[in-house]
């Protein structure tokens, strides 16, 4: 059988192919652009998006999907920004019915097809980043280049990169083979196989608050080039981006001539828990969620009719030995802290110092010291607040004001936090990063995750203590991110050693333009799968291959 792909699929092949170039060499390569310059997008791109976003506010989103009953609003922005747009909801039987209805002719379609239609959407959303950037910008608090870049540019490229993966994978082995065994004397055995990818069923994509496109896409396509419909379920604080998503998206099917309801829009009605109904229906055969330890773990222990996925909270961890560059190291590790208010997974929480200090290039560091210069780094990017919001955005919802309101009396005070007043939002909580000083001993509160603007500077004996907690502490609760400064190359192995033991992925004396906190599509990995902050990573092959099987079917010549 020999499939007859979509004109989509020759439209977008030299990017498809360059993909694959690219998750195999895991050198640096975009395919979206992350600069919102006119030179890059065009003198009125910026504009425009604007006004599709505005023209969203205050209304009903333009969503034609089965068995709408009422339209529900539940999303608050950070920055005060009045959204009133509401989404149409419906009974969940009837959106997964009609999911699973599309899945036939879907799968039917082949790898090729699939995979041409999935990067005509991603084109779609290009197309369209300025109005998705505002969307995300709007509803995360993430400040406004930080949501073109991570919930625009990036996180097409890495729905790119699970494209290619997936389709790697269902393109392993031939769509039809001839077999032929020696039988003797006798004329040989002769058979032909066909080899099917058939999709396991409906996936549920539960969005997150912080990125609800970046950490979306990657499972939300590799479901669908995979053959499976998916009923997107977005945070009910952040609705509009992946609203946005799956609008474009069902355009495209329906142009390209399939069931739009291969994408489904599921926002839920004030305290409904339509996440937990959707993850334990029958039809639900895959989930991807992004979020708490809690209600991850719960995901894992009672969806047991679906494979699932989830990226969980953890404990990043830096461990400082000595450095050649101390105020280049400063300056990373407080960028780190300052960037969109610590609000990210893989934001660093907890600085490992050895008590009697370390060697720099300017001498020998106090613990204190080291204390001052990171804490001295961060004043310098939030002193002045028109700066300051560029970096930080704002506080993405009740539960970090109450960990700083927390953390407040914990400790011994390095530099504590402090509002900021947004110049354009009047209505915006901003807040600048925590840092404590605590001792070794007290675990306790080092030994959790304080998702937000917190971080402790953390007394230690020694470096090999200072590994010695890393492994404790992220053997138990999990880590995204780790890194290390020491200019001794036998501390760097031992780290190394140390993060492939707990499974974290490590970055060593980073005091440039690279930062702890972010990773690239096609080269970094995010998440490894082999500790407790998340079961599986972005992306590799393990991560789409699960969502199909291959069937045969064999006859005789």
């Known amino acids: 059988m020999t499939e007859t792909p979509h004109p989509h699929y020759a439209r977008h092949a030299d990017t498809l192919e360059r993909a694959l170039t690219a998750i195999t060499e895991r050198s640096y390569w975009s395919a979206y652009p992350e600069s919102p310059s006119p030179r890059v997008y065009g003198e009125t791109a910026a504009a425009e998006g604007e006004a599709a976003f505005r023209a969203y506010l205050g209304g009903k989103f333009p969503l034609d999907q089965p068995g709408t009953g009422d339209w529900v609003g539940t999303e608050a922005s950070p920055f005060g920004i009045d959204l009133g747009v509401t989404y149409p909801h419906a009974d969940p039987e009837v959106l997964l019915a009609a999911a699973a209805a599309a899945l036939p002719a ?29 969307a995300v910008h709007a509803t995360s608090g993430q400040a406004f280049v930080m949501a073109f870049q ?28 001839d ?12 058979m032909t196989k066909n080899f099917h990818v058939v999709p396991r069923g409906v996936a549920l994509a539960i969005g997150c608050n912080t990125f609800p496109t970046w950490n979306s896409y990657p499972g939300l396509f590799a479901s669908l080039v995979t053959g499976n419909p998916v009923v997107v379920k977005p945070h009910p604080r952040a609705v509009l981006p992946l609203a946005i998503t799956v609008r474009y998206a069902r355009e495209v099917l329906a142009e390209a001539g399939f069931d739009p309801n291969l994408m489904l829009l599921a926002p839920e009605a004030p305290g409904e828990r339509l996440a937990s109904t959707l993850a334990l229906h029958p039809r639900v055969r895959i989930v991807d969620f992004t979020g708490s330890t809690e209600y991850g773990d719960w995901l894992e222990a009672n969806a047991r009719q679906a ?22 190291m400063c300056r990373n590790v407080g960028f780190s802290l300052v960037l969109y208010s610590g609000q990210m997974c893989t934001t660093p929480q907890n600085i490992l110092v050895p008590r009697g200090g370390i060697e720099t290039d300017q001498g020998q560091k106090s613990l204190d010291e080291v204390a001052e210069g990171i804490a001295g780094a961060v004043g310098k990017l939030t002193g002045d607040p028109a700066r300051a919001v560029e970096l930080i955005g704002a506080i993405v919802n009740d539960g970090v004001l109450a960990r700083l309101d927390e953390v407040a009396g914990i400790g011994e005070p390095v530099l504590p936090s402090r509002p900021v007043e947004h110049p354009n939002y009047p209505g915006a909580v901003v807040r600048t990063p925590l840092i404590a000083k605590l001792g070794a001993d007290d675990v306790g509160t080092y030994g959790r995750e304080w998702f937000g603007p917190i971080s402790f500077v953390i007394a230690t004996d020694s470096t090999p203590h200072s590994l010695a907690i890393l492994r404790q502490t992220v053997g138990e609760r999990g880590a995204l991110t780790a890194s290390v400064y020491s200019t001794d190359p036998g501390v760097l192995d031992a780290a190394e050693s140390a993060a492939i033991e707990t499974g974290v992925h490590l970055s060593c004396n980073l005091t440039g333009g690279v930062f702890v906190n972010q990773s690239a599509a096609f080269s970094d990995f995010h998440g490894s799968g082999a500790n407790p902050a998340a079961n599986a990573a972005l992306t590799d092959g393990a991560y789409v291959a699960s969502r199909f099987r291959v069937v045969q079917a064999r006859r005789h010549v």
């Not at 991570?150 to 083979?177: I, Q, V």
């Not at 494979?307 to 280049?328: L, M, P, Q, R, W």
């Open 106 to 134: 879907w799968r039917d379609a082949g790898p090729q097809t699939r995979v041409g239609v999935c990067l005509e959407i991603l084109a779609r959303l290009h197309a369209n980043i300025f109005e998705l950037a505002n």
């Open 150 to 177: 991570a919930g625009g540019a990036h996180a097409l490229d890495r729905a790119l990169e699970a494209l290619a993966y997936a389709y790697r994978e269902m393109t392993r082995h031939p769509a039809t083979a």
């Open 179 to 190: 077999w032929e065994k020696p039988a003797g004397r006798g004329d040989p055995l002769r």
């Open 307 to 328: 494979v699932v996925y989830t990226e969980k909270a953890g404990v990043n961890t830096v461990v400082v030995d000595s450095t050649d560059d101390f105020a280049g």
